[in-house]
């Protein structure tokens, strides 16, 4: 937990989104959004932590939350603010949050996100990550850390349309940013060769009941 991080934000960020095409579609995929060296300190960061900073990733939240490997095998570890990469990545996330909300108008509220680390053979099963109207998960966005990702690696993710067509074969290289609708687009982690990290992380609306607001996670 010893990285350190130096370069302003936009000195990260080397490829605008295609709004229009986040409009048009429910998703965008930019193949280079953030610069080579800050990718590789992430990189680098998520292989030194060691295994008790992670946790097997579950599905459902809060009661609701159960582990189960046969849907989805990756280890996961939320981003918390009082550390210095993971609170450099948090706010340059909520920044995009507030850039989203110009061009789309979208009410995004806030936003959370994970690490997560997909052992060789490991995968997750199609999902949905939001279901309508009981989700307050609103614009899911994929970062990806792997330098050198070869097809032959796997790992893909694979983005589904309306009827079930593979949409979008997506490998997890390094400087990738995906954004989708969290609750239009059913899509998969296919098991690869390699250690496949990335951050996973959900936009969300603010669904609050008598001022509190909806549990995180
Ligand atoms: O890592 C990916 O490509 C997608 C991960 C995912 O679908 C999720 O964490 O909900
Ligand atoms: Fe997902």
């Given at each position: 937990m010893t990285a350190e991080i130096s370069l302003s934000e936009q000195q990260f960020r080397t490829q605008a989104i295609d709004y229009d095409q986040l409009a048009a579609h429910g998703y965008?995929?930019?193949?280079?959004?953030?610069?080579?060296?800050?990718?590789l300190q992430l990189y680098q960061y998520a292989q030194q932590l060691s295994s008790?900073?992670?946790?097997?990733?579950?599905i459902?939240?809060?009661?609701?939350?159960?582990?189960?490997?046969?849907?989805?095998?990756d280890k996961i570890r939320w981003l918390q603010r009082e550390f210095e990469l993971e609170?450099?990545?948090?706010?340059m996330m909520d920044n995009l949050r507030l850039e989203v909300n110009r061009e789309l108008f979208m009410g995004l509220f806030d936003y959370e996100c994970h690490l997560a680390h997909y052992p060789?053979?490991?995968?997750?099963?199609?999902h949905l990550d939001a279901f309508k109207g009981r989700s307050n998960r609103i614009l899911t966005s994929v970062f990806y850390l792997n330098p050198d990702w070869q097809d032959a690696d796997?790992?893909?993710?694979?983005?589904?349309?309306?009827?079930?067509?593979?949409?979008e074969t997506v490998l997890p290289e390094a400087?990738?940013?995906?954004?989708?609708?969290?609750d239009v687009f059913v899509h998969e982690v296919l098991a690869g060769q390699r250690d496949r990290y990335s951050i996973t992380g959900w936009y969300r609306h603010n669904n609050s009941i008598n001022g509190v607001i909806d549990p995180t996670r």
């Open positions: 965008v995929i930019v193949p280079q959004y953030l610069a080579a060296p800050y990718c008790n900073c992670w946790q097997q990733a579950g459902g939240r809060a009661d609701q939350y159960t582990t189960n490997t046969a849907v989805r095998q609170n450099a990545y948090l706010t060789p053979g490991a995968f997750y099963r199609k796997g790992g893909q993710l694979i983005i589904y349309g309306k009827r079930g067509e593979v949409l400087g990738k940013l995906v954004l989708f609708l969290s």
